[in-house]
């Protein structure tokens, strides 16, 4: 009984910024880690961000290392990716997942619960 939701992608020039947000619903969100996934056409879904709502430590991939940043609102259920200094090669849908589990996960099947993705576009 998990429900996430994503919103804020767009597109943007490169060196552009964006806030995505995924709003949860459900219960014990303080033993689940919330992951950001990416897919690129014809490319397998690849590990951005995720955090646990615990404690919020958080972890990222190198190529996003430094300019994306992953936060939560725990009064609102809401998970944040900030991302800063935008390429085209970041050019994705995102997708907010939930995993019932207070470790962290970096493969998409280790995770219960999605999003359906938003969108962002990086142009040169």
């Known amino acids: 009984q998990v429900q996430v939701v994503e919103s804020g992608g767009g597109l943007v020039q490169a060196g552009g910024s964006l806030r995505l947000s995924c709003a949860a619903s459900?219960?014990?969100?303080?033993?689940?880690?919330m992951g950001w996934f990416r897919q690129a056409p014809g490319k397998e879904r690849e590990f951005v961000a995720a955090?646990?709502?615990?404690?919020?430590?958080?972890t990222y991939a190198d190529s996003v290392k430094g300019r994306f940043t992953i936060s939560r609102d725990n009064a609102q259920n809401t998970v944040y990716l900030q991302v800063n200094s935008l390429k085209p090669e970041d050019t994705a849908v995102y997708y907010c997942a939930c995993r019932r589990s207070i470790l962290f996960a970096t493969i998409p099947s280790a995770y219960d619960y999605w999003g359906q993705g938003t969108q962002v576009t990086v142009s040169p």
């Open positions: 955090i646990t709502w615990r404690g919020g430590y958080t």
């Open positions: 459900g219960r014990t969100f303080s033993n689940y880690t």
